[in-house]
């Protein structure tokens, strides 16, 4: 009897440790449609709240030379894909499938990229990225994000920037500096100073304790910066339509108070 006891007892523990291994990538990833990439085409950003992008501590700038700028390293840092397909699943999902249901249709990204120190395996660092449509694999170059990726790694190994500043521009607004610094820009000319406009409107997050600044202008893929009476200040870039939502860290007791944007040759103001 006792063994039969014992046996039932391991088949249980088996089941709920079987269960737990199941459930476990779950952890960390966001509900079903929690989660709103923003932007269009191959120029999209993540959710900052959902991907706010998580570096590796084993990647300082005291050893690079042995870690990021060493070949191969990143490559034997990557995770195999019986780890990543799950996450990549409960990541599509928490991001309500924004570019279709197929997997095929994404990439698995590193927001802050491998050859950044970026982390290896968290969910913070990784989302579901647009792939390039009906392209092969073998010329995934043409994704404007690894081009920004490749440039920084340079720039980092080179000594021409830092690593924690490479990895916060791959993290705020990649698109931005790639408009800037490799192009090519935006395909509908800026507005002149004269013709520039915008909106701000504010709204709390009881979820996240911090704003949600709308800015809509007509000012495409150029940096918003919001900036209340406080002197609370946040940027993050608009979307090809000119519009962002810039979460700004500031109290509740902050609503109903003047905010300011400036985007691009646009100013405006309105309330939190």
């Known amino acids: ?51 706010p992008g998580a ?20 490559a034997s840092e990557r995770p195999p894909e019986s780890v990543t397909e799950p996450q990549k699943r409960l ?8 570019d279709g249901r197929s997997l095929g249709t994404y990439e ?7 050859e950044l120190g970026g982390a290896v395996d968290s969910s913070k ?24 990726e490749d440039k920084l790694h340079d720039w980092v190994c080179d000594h021409k920037i830092s690593l924690a500043s490479a990895q916060h521009i791959i993290a705020s607004n990649w698109i931005a500096w790639y408009r800037a610094h490799i192009g090519p820009t935006s395909s509908k000319p800026a ?12 709204s709390w997050s009881s979820e996240y304790h911090d704003f949600d600044v709308y800015v809509h202008s007509n000012q495409p893929d150029t940096e918003a910066t919001v900036t209340d009476s406080a002197g609370a200040s946040a940027s993050y870039g608009t979307d090809a339509s ?28 309105g309330t939190l």
């Open 125 to 148: 660092n990784l989302w579901p990225e647009p792939d390039y449509p009906g392209v092969s694999t073998s010329s995934y170059y043409l994704n404007p994000k690894d081009h920004v």
């Open 1 to 51: 009897m006792r063994r039969v006891v014992m046996i039932l007892t391991l088949v249980v523990a088996s089941c709920v440790g079987l269960s737990a291994a199941v459930a476990a990538p779950r952890s960390g990833w966001g509900k079903p449609y929690s989660c709103h990439a923003r932007g269009s085409g191959l120029y999209v950003l993540p959710d900052r709240h959902c991907t």
């Open 91 to 98: 990541s599509l999902a928490a991001y309500g499938y924004y």
């Open 191 to 202: 507005p002149s100073s004269a013709k520039a406009a915008c909106t701000v409107t504010g």
């Open 108 to 114: 698995f990204d590193h927001l802050i990229s491998l």
């Open 242 to 269: 000119g519009y962002a939502d810039v979460y700004l860290d500031a109290p509740e007791s902050a609503s109903g108070e003047s905010v300011s944007a400036i985007v691009g040759a646009a100013r405006c103001s």
């Open 55 to 74: 570096t590796n501590p084993a990647v300082t700038q005291a050893n690079i030379g042995s870690t990021i700028c060493k070949a191969g390293w990143s």
